[in-house]
């Protein structure tokens, strides 16, 4: 997948489960450079350590907490001029706060060819 080929993807998770780690591995496969984080100062020491072409952060609950880094998530990938694509299983969580919605049945294939889609989009948008 020529989008996703040599790109850096921080992929970001609140709890790392089983599906969070399926799909960060079906990136992996078509060829991105991946590093993994929890939602954590793990994560802003991963973007301060590589030059992110796109952020993920994968919403496996709704917890304060990780709704406020994700705010804090937004503004930064802005200032650095990083694409961010926040994805959530829950329909719910994704019409509030997410680009895109992972419905647990969507295969691997499927789900790095729409990341690869709305990067393309986003990146369009920014002009690059």
Same mark, same amino acid.
């Given at each position: 997948?020529?989008?996703?080929?040599?790109?850096?993807?921080?992929?970001?998770?609140?709890?790392?489960?089983?599906? #969070?780690?399926?799909?960060?591995?079906?990136?992996? /496969?078509?060829?991105?450079?991946?590093?993994?984080?929890?939602?954590?100062?793990?994560?802003?020491?991963?973007? #301060?350590?590589?030059?992110?072409?796109?952020?993920?952060?994968?919403? %496996?609950?709704?917890? #304060?907490?990780?709704? #406020?880094?994700?705010? /804090? !998530?937004?503004? %930064?990938?802005?200032?650095?001029?990083?694409?961010?694509?926040?994805?959530?299983?829950?329909?719910?969580?994704?019409?509030? /706060?997410?680009?895109?919605?992972?419905?647990?049945?969507?295969?691997?294939?499927?789900?790095?060819?729409?990341?690869? %889609? !709305?990067?393309?989009?986003?990146?369009?948008?920014?002009?690059?």
């Amino acid at each position: 997948m020529k989008s996703l080929a040599d790109c850096q993807v921080v992929f970001a998770s609140a709890k790392g489960g089983a599906s #969070a780690l399926r799909r960060s591995t079906a990136l992996a /496969r078509a060829g991105a450079r991946l590093r993994t984080c929890t939602f954590s100062e793990e994560l802003w020491s991963s973007l #301060a350590e590589v030059r992110a072409d796109l952020v993920i952060a994968w919403l %496996d609950s709704d917890e #304060a907490a990780a709704l #406020a880094i994700l705010d /804090r !998530l937004r503004a %930064d990938a802005r200032a650095r001029g990083v694409c961010a694509l926040l994805v959530a299983e829950e329909p719910e969580l994704a019409r509030e /706060r997410c680009a895109l919605w992972v419905d647990r049945s969507l295969d691997d294939e499927t789900f790095v060819r729409s990341v690869a %889609d !709305l990067l393309d989009r986003l990146r369009r948008g920014l002009g690059e």
